[in-house]
Nanobody, 120 residues
């Protein structure tokens, strides 16, 4: 069994910052890439940021210059530092990990999401 648990969401004023975390646990052999996605009310889930095992990153245009993704391979954890938050960033944020377990091939796993609300 693999579990991804996000944390760090909450209510923040416009211009503020939040740091999201997502920790993976279970019978994990190796985590390949990790990503953050988000889903705003009434909208489809969208990609935000990607980080490879070696630390290579890329971002959606909406995140460039404001969000930073990082990871701790030893802790199987991915982070999303979000600065200069705007009301349009309000969404449920999900982490996604492509990983290999001791039992099977590489596959994608999702966390349950953490709510981020940006409002004054």
């Amino acid at each position: 069994q693999v579990q991804l648990v996000e944390s760090g969401g909450g209510l923040v004023q416009p211009g503020g910052s939040l740091r999201l975390s997502c920790s993976a646990s279970g019978d994990i052999l190796r985590i390949n890439h990790m990503e953050w996605h988000r889903q705003a009310p009434g909208k489809e889930r969208e990609f935000i940021a990607h980080i490879g095992r070696a630390g290579n990153t890329y971002y959606a245009d909406s995140a460039k210059g404001r969000f930073t993704i990082s990871r701790d391979n030893a802790e199987n954890t991915v982070y999303l530092q979000m600065n200069s938050l705007k009301a349009v960033d309000t969404a449920v944020y999900y982490c996604r990990a492509n990983l290999r377990t001791f039992r099977g091939p590489d596959d994608d796993y999702w966390g349950q999401g953490t709510q981020v609300a940006v409002s004054s």
